[in-house]
């Protein structure tokens, strides 16, 4: 696999970008698109949500009309997950409803989440990222919560945004650093 970057929705290669794994070809009685918010079939290295059809698949929600309505079209089911097909292998990049809008560009909280892990000291993996309405703007800003490795580690925050804004050209918002173990996960382990 090669480091990817998207832009505008295009998958492109780069330096800067991050590893994308393929997750495989469809096997024989599946079916994979990728299509835009009004079903549209999209491209090969174009980011849309991914809709699979099979066999083995459902046609519906159990008594609930209305998710079944929404999720399903003609056969076909939308995952909710965000991906890209290259070379008819299928690629994983996130779920949709995990996207941060802001101004009408699309942001991935993983990708920030990222750099986070790889920072000097901030926990890996003890970090979220995600978007909050702002009605003056007329759309969502991007907050980062992130844990010290340490309590008595002093990071500089404005150069961890300036970091995370050189690497992926993100509107940072607020970025806050909490004392160790401060954030709470479920049992699944998320924050």
Same mark, same amino acid.
């Given at each position: 696999?090669?480091?990817?970057?998207?832009?505008?929705?295009?998958?492109?290669?780069?330096?800067?970008?991050?590893?994308?794994?393929?997750?495989?070809?469809?096997?024989?009685?599946?079916?994979?698109?990728?299509?835009?918010?009004? !079903?549209?079939?999209?491209? $090969?290295?174009?980011?849309?949500?991914?809709?699979?059809?099979?066999?083995?698949?459902?046609?519906? !929600? %159990?008594?609930?009309?209305?998710?079944?309505? $929404?999720?399903?079209?003609?056969?076909?089911?939308?995952?909710?997950?965000?991906? !890209?097909?290259?070379?008819?292998?299928?690629?994983?990049?996130?779920?949709?409803?995990?996207?941060?809008?802001?101004?009408?560009?699309?942001? !991935?909280?993983?990708d920030i989440e990222q750099i986070l892990n790889e920072s000097d000291g901030i926990t890996p993996g003890r970090n979220v990222?995600?978007?909050?309405? =702002?009605?003056?703007?007329?759309?969502?800003?991007?907050?980062?919560?992130? $844990?010290?490795?340490?309590?008595?580690?002093?990071? =500089?925050?404005?150069?961890?945004?300036?970091?995370?804004?050189?690497?992926?050209?993100?509107?940072?918002?607020?970025? %806050?650093?909490?004392?160790?173990?401060?954030?709470?996960?479920?049992?699944?382990?998320?924050?």
């Open positions: 696999s090669v480091k990817k970057l998207i832009k505008n929705n295009e998958v492109v290669e780069a330096e800067n970008g991050f590893w994308v794994a393929s997750v495989g070809k469809p096997l024989d009685n599946i079916e994979v698109k990728i299509i835009d918010d009004n !079903y549209n079939l999209l491209n $090969e290295n174009v980011l849309g949500e991914i809709s699979i059809k099979s066999d083995c698949l459902a046609d519906g !929600y %159990h008594n609930n009309p209305k998710s079944t309505s $929404e999720s399903f079209l003609d056969g076909w089911f939308r995952t909710g997950d965000l991906g !890209y097909i290259q070379e008819d292998e299928l690629y994983v990049t996130g779920r949709k409803m995990d996207m941060i809008i802001v101004g009408g560009e699309n942001y !991935y909280p993983q990222v995600f978007g909050v309405a =702002d009605k003056d703007l007329g759309t969502e800003k991007i907050i980062v919560l992130a $844990e010290s490795s340490n309590i008595d580690y002093e990071i =500089d925050v404005e150069k961890l945004i300036e970091k995370i804004i050189t690497k992926l050209n993100v509107p940072i918002s607020d970025l %806050h650093i909490l004392p160790p173990r401060t954030l709470v996960k479920s049992t699944a382990g998320k924050i």
